[in-house]
Nanobody, 121 residues
């Protein structure tokens, strides 16, 4: 079983920055933590940023230019650097892991527990 643990969320002022981390552990062979989603009440989870199966990066238009996804493969850790935060970025952020080779746009195999990001105006 794969465990994904997010950290780094919190309360920040608009314009501030946060760096989210997702540590993957367990049976991670052939499993990749490679995407960040977010969810607000009443909405489905939205793909924020992720690595495609081809190694490219996809960002939601709403975060492009402000957020940066990265990963440290030897440490099995995924990051999301969030800059110039806006109140509309407020959400629970989840990291997601996929079977190796699976499409970024498929349903992830594993989810983290989520970390709350709140951006005050």
């Amino acid at each position: 079983q794969v465990q994904l643990v997010e950290s780094g969320g919190g309360l920040v002022q608009a314009g501030g920055s946060l760096r989210l981390s997702c540590a993957a552990s367990g049976s991670i062979l052939r499993i990749n933590a490679r995407a960040w989603y977010r969810q607000t009440p009443g909405k489905e989870r939205e793909l924020v940023a992720g690595f495609t199966s081809g190694g490219g990066i996809n960002y939601a238009d709403s975060v492009k230019g402000r957020f940066t996804i990265s990963r440290d493969n030897p440490k099995n850790t995924l990051y999301l650097q969030m800059n110039s935060l806006k109140p509309e970025d407020t959400a629970v952020y989840y990291c997601a892991a996929y079977q190796r080779g699976s499409s970024l746009y498929s349903t992830p195999s594993y989810w983290g527990q989520g970390t709350q990001v709140t951006v005050s105006s």
